[in-house]
């Protein structure tokens, strides 16, 4: 069984960089509004979603799925329990 988790990719045109964030809100920890162009409470009523990606002359927003192999490191198989 796979894991989904939320990904936000930030590409910021001026420069052709490209971050990814776990969430809308840890953008704002590292960006200013002015720096993306939008507010916060903007992005967060605009919609985002993979086929509704924000644009502005100085950023695309896009928001989609990080999957990743589910571990299973950690749990104890029953069948190599002594009795």
Do not use: W
Request: hydrophobic letters at 25%; a positive charge; proline letters at 1%.
């Amino acid at each position: 069984m796979e894991k989904e988790r939320t990904v936000i990719h930030l590409q910021l045109l001026d420069g052709d960089e490209h971050h990814y964030f776990g969430s809308i809100a840890n953008i704002y920890e590292h960006y200013t509004s002015e720096e993306l162009g939008i507010a916060y409470s903007s992005l967060r009523n605009y919609g985002l979603s993979n086929e509704h990606p924000y644009k502005n002359k100085k950023c695309i927003i896009r928001k989609g799925l990080l999957l990743s192999k589910s571990g299973g490191r950690g749990k104890k198989n029953s069948l190599n329990k002594k009795i």
